[in-house]
């Protein structure tokens, strides 16, 4: 009896290690397209903003959603629309980015009050979540590192572009959430080098 339960834990942390590294990999590559496709993921984050703005109407119109929720929530969509002005330059430090930071916390927080008052089945609970609170931000936040990469951001005084992209400019230099997963991929699947 006491094996099978010992069997059991030991189980569970393959398979939890498991699905950590196949997020780790589905990040990491998710962060790549984006890097390459910046126009693509732009108007990709545009039309989710677009769904999230007409499922919050949905939900004030059809399930009777607090007006302020509601509200707070359109009003998060549209300095979201701001932040995607300037794509795939964000600025840390830019008011857009702090009033959205501010705003996510106030929807959740919001959202933690109302369904801790008003009972909704748990999956209809993290429906609202996902889509209208996690998406968006977590897409901007895979896409903080499509900037850093091009040419025009890179460049430093005094260089031009061309020794810039064949210096400081090429992929190999990363920074931000890609030198965070690359270092992870190199820490968990380290690549052996050719011996001559």
């Known amino acids: 009896m ?13 398979q939890i290690s498991f699905v950590t590294l196949a997020i780790a990999a589905g990040l990491y590559y998710l962060a790549e397209l984006i890097e390459e496709y910046t126009v693509a993921t732009s108007r990709i984050i545009k039309y ?3 769904f999230s703005t007409g499922v919050l109407i949905g939900l004030y119109a059809f399930e009777g959603f607090p007006l302020l929720m509601v509200g707070v929530g359109l009003f998060t969509n549209l300095v979201y629309f701001g932040l995607l002005r300037t794509f795939p330059y964000i600025l840390l430090s830019s008011p857009n980015f ?5 705003l996510v916390v106030m929807n959740h927080y919001m959202a933690f009050q109302y369904f801790a008052q008003e009972y909704y089945p748990f999956s209809e609970v993290l429906a609202y979540f996902t889509i209208c609170l996690w998406v968006i931000p977590f897409a901007f936040f895979v896409s903080l590192s499509a900037g ?3 040419l025009p951001s890179t460049m430093q005084q005094g260089d031009d572009v061309v020794s810039n992209y064949f210096t400081k400019g090429k992929r190999g230099k990363r920074s931000g959430i890609l030198l965070v997963f690359s270092f992870l991929k190199e820490a968990v699947l380290p690549s052996r080098q050719k011996m001559y």
């Open 2 to 14: 006491w094996f099978i339960y010992l069997l059991s834990w030991l189980s569970l942390v393959v």
């Open 48 to 50: 989710m903003i677009l």
């Open 98 to 102: 702090i009033l959205s930071c501010v």
């Open 148 to 150: 850093e990469n091009v």
